[in-house]
């Protein structure tokens, strides 16, 4: 079971690679991966007192996966973002990779994410605001992507 001390670090160059598309074949390592996903979060939260949802890269595990637990925990599958609004919103953004720094970034404010779920069974869910923007930030990850390299600007960084 992975823990905290497995986060990967603002830095690690894994947190900077694209990654590969989960196969077939991989669907029963999902199970395994969403499980040490979920611990992490939970760690995060009991430290950090926040965590909404967390890429699979950011374990080193460089598939396409992110684990979303709001309300109900979801897994997406090889999530594809479509539909981007044009209208943006600009936030703080924060990072399990670097918990106690901020980012102000923009982001759409609406979004469509089609995505593979557990059962290898296509979803799509329309989302808006906050969801909208939690599931950009941990898109991006999958991208090798962080909200630091999305900042608005030179000075769009505080510390929490």
């Not at 949802?53 to 598939?63: F, K, N, S, T, V």
């Not at 909208?132 to 960084?157: P, V, W």
Request: charged letters at 30%.
């Amino acid at each position: 079971m992975k823990t905290l001390d497995d986060l990967l670090v603002l830095g690690d160059p894994r947190l900077y690679e694209i990654c590969q598309e989960v196969t077939k074949e991989e669907l029963p390592l999902v199970k395994e991966w969403v499980a040490d996903l979920h611990n992490v979060m939970q760690e995060i939260r009991e430290k950090y007192n926040f965590g909404r949802a967390i890429a699979a890269p950011q374990l080193g595990i460089m598939r396409r996966v992110i684990y979303m637990n709001t309300d109900k925990p979801v897994v997406f599958i090889n999530p594809v973002l479509e539909n981007l609004s044009e209208e943006q919103f600009e936030l703080w953004d924060d990072c399990m990779s670097f918990p106690r720094l901020l980012v102000k970034v923009k982001r759409h404010k609406s979004l469509t994410i089609r995505y593979l779920d557990e059962n290898w069974q296509e979803q799509i869910w329309d989302m808006q605001n906050d969801l909208s923007e939690l599931l950009q930030h941990e898109y991006d990850h999958l991208d090798g992507i962080l909200c630091t390299m999305r900042a608005i600007d030179n000075k769009s960084f505080k510390w929490r």
